[in-house]
């Protein structure tokens, strides 16, 4: 059963400040493991990863082995049906062309001042991402993760995927491909963290490491962050859809159950304006859960993270989503626009009755990488932004310095740095000779 | 004596390899230290927070008196004097046009396939600044910090700023004005953080939170990150100038020293093609040492950190530029545009001879809160962007739904994610009935 709320009820505000703050995740404290297998990759470097990946994976690499070679990536891409490897080129093309109208533009302007003044974008040099083996190993997130890095003009891109006992997912590959990857590791967990921030013999060091992985993968990118840039560290998924009456029970059912079959600790919620509405989705998802393959693990999400809530009305629906800051809201009303401009913080918006949040899982445009927590109130997902980095620009004539220079000097003086005021003043002093 | 470093001797490679790595911050490990001040104010509120402010501050507060009053900050800014004044409001000018610019666009459009995309900014509600007390308090960064928030459409910003012994700047206070501050609060280190990401009685909490701050400082916005956001964790401050002959060698002594007088970990390294003039400028930085007010810091980094690169030609200086990725590039060269078109690793690139690094930490424009420790490579300075987070939107009709959906559908499959599937499926079957 999941949590039924309804905001007319006496204890509805501490039961929802219950939801908001209930705890899905127990992350096991795995970070002096991490630590170790990161001082021992840095270390040994290849020698390392090669003993922690026979370990780990029951798989033996040699350097010459550890990354694939163009021949095993063409075996395998040859392996997927036509039929897949259509719907994987239409994802890839879409996400590309989503995201390439975010590249931001450079900017430079002179000002009253004199001064010209702007910024420029430029791409990180190396990006490695990260794919999970087995079964949460998803094609889907490598042109999420790829397809940005390779718009925003990264100059390396690989990829560290384990192949735990030798075996490979031929979509990865096939995925890796099509969004252009140039090479990827046989290599998973902590030491390809560590690989891919340090370096070893055969791995080069990137810049910036992205994509998802467990609990190993989370803490070795936590100790890695500053060395190279991260995204993220996502947590299990969420979706919260507002839905009133006149939608089919069935899709909104399966709607929510799309998030729950992903993982016991994912969240599903409804927020209707209608209680008949609400008991009819909470019924139809049991009546789906009978025969979902996944059903073992969505009806465990939905049980003990789901939850209908039935408001007054939209507005105190959007108030409501506000709080919860969701990873994806969809938007199941008859003016889902309106409803969009009054529910201000979301990682992604699905709006209308044709929007299916799994739409925006593989093929919609934008990214599937999202701030999961409640994050959402200060965080975005994976774009092109997150492959590039910004300088800012400032040239001064000696006009300008002549118009600025004294304030900067008088700010300099206030606050006792005084080699940045005489830094200023000798070459006003040259201009006033 | 600096290092001295020229690229046609045998040894470089090392030398210049051990001068990327050198080690300059030695952080103490107070993390257990301030996880337990973290759960005092988590448990205890504005009990903890006074307790803790009386002890590290020796200051009594009460719930009252831990924000300034309106008369309070009056008061103080009366102190301000009119230079002083005019200097911060020149400032405060010049910051807030450069960052009006930063603002990004909203995107919408329908694409061939039918499908309405797009993606909307929006800012955090809330957000907190961390000003130092004590030396380290700079209404620069006062500025620097909060009109970025403020034009982003920040709701409501705060700053924690400790008051050791009940001392406060007024030009602090008057910065805070000047930047449309709501609130400032008298308290700091991992106290004030904790206070800020989880609320006490009085302090409502915020989304987002950043500023300098000393180890403590550091440690608790490590610490709270994820329940709200940060911005970076800088690092002790760098400059890289790339100086030809053609510079007054104290011009370029004294754009040195205004690193090194930050911070006895500071890093101050000239690059230039010309070895009498390295000589030059370093003889330079000896004489303004001898007078200067902080020459034993200055002095200390300088002897430690520093370092004079004699190169063979600029695109040598580049390449070893792009290397250190350093946090504030001054080119004093002939021709400062083709160089800067080289030199893609940086934080800011001040152009010319007129443009020293102090313009930038004031008045420029363009923010002073940049990355250090090589991070340029992947990240970038403050901007607006930190203070807003993007929602992306997906619409689909129901003919952008049967174009796009079998793909959708086939992919889900091919993940095993049967909901995701049939959530496409159920729509599209009513497509065909």
Known sequence: MPHFLN????????????????????APDVDAAV????????????DAVIELTRRFDRLELTPAT??????????????????????????AGRIRAYHERQMPADARWTDAAGAELGWRWGPVSAAGLYVPGGLASYPSSVLMNAIPARVAGVGRLVIACPTPGGAVNPLVLMAAR???????YRIGGAQAIAALAYGTGTIAPVDKITGPGNAYVAAAKRRVFGRVGIDMIAGPSEILVIADRDNDPDWIALDLLSQAEHDESAQSILVTDDAD??????????????????????????RDYG???????LAEAAALS??????HLELCVADPEALAAETVHAGAIFLGHWTPEAIGDYVGGPNHVLPTARSARFSSGLSVMDFLKRTTLAKMTPQALAAIGPAAERLAT?????AHGLSVRARLDRLNR
Chains 1, 2 share one sequence.
């Open 414 to 418: 206030s606050e006792s740095l005084q």
């Open 322 to 327: 506000n709080r919860i800051a969701p990873e």
């Open 277 to 302: 509405f609400g008991r009819a989705v909470a019924a139809a998802v049991d009546r789906r859960l009978e025969t979902l393959e996944r059903r073992a693990i969505a009806g465990a999400s939905w």
């Open 307 to 313: 939850a209908v809530i039935v408001v007054r009305d």
């Open 35 to 46: 630590a170790a297998i990161i001082a021992e990759v840095r270390a040994r470097g290849d």
């Open 7 to 26: 905001s007319c009820d006496d204890g509805f505000e501490a039961a929802f400040a219950a939801l908001l703050t209930m705890k899905r995740e127990d």
């Open 178 to 184: 099509l969004a252009g990857v140039d090479t990827v």
């Open 66 to 91: 550890i990354a694939f070679s163009e021949a095993e990536i063409a075996a395998e891409c040859a392996k997927v049906g036509a039929e897949d490897r259509a719907a994987l080129e239409l994802a």
